[in-house]
């Protein structure tokens, strides 16, 4: 079964930094959306950034800047690299593949992401 296995949440202070990896199993590298996002607590699960089949990278507006996305095809991993972390990125973060053809779907268990004050 494919699975997207995540790593590198933690706990850091404001202006820190964390790199978030997805590992993902049972499944070979194609040209699909590899990204991630994140759900606060009371508030719906958001796009935070994404890489595209056609390698186009896509960032939230509030993490331009300061998050960087990459991914490794040979060992088909995604991670998300987070620089001068702000409280309010404080969220679960969560490994996506998105396969347009045919339609699937995947996603990580996600990780933890807190930023304190």
């Known amino acids: 079964q494919v699975q997207l296995v995540e790593s590198g949440g933690g706990l850091v202070q404001t202006g820190g930094s964390l790199r978030l990896s997805c590992a993902a199993s049972?499944?070979?590298?194609?040209?699909?959306?590899m990204g991630w996002y994140r759900q606060a607590p009371g508030k719906q699960r958001e796009l935070v950034a994404i890489?595209?089949?056609?390698?186009?990278?896509n960032y939230a507006d509030s993490v331009k800047g300061r998050f960087t996305i990459s991914r490794d095809n040979s060992k088909n991993t995604v991670s998300l690299q987070m620089n001068s972390l702000k409280p309010e990125d404080t969220a679960v973060y969560y490994c996506?593949?998105?396969?347009?053809?045919?339609?699937?779907?995947?996603w990580g268990q996600g990780t933890q992401v807190t930023v304190s004050s």
């Open positions: 996506n593949v998105d396969v347009p053809w045919p339609k699937r779907v995947y």
């Open positions: 890489i595209t089949g056609g390698d186009i990278y």
């Open positions: 049972g499944i070979t590298y194609r040209p699909y959306t």
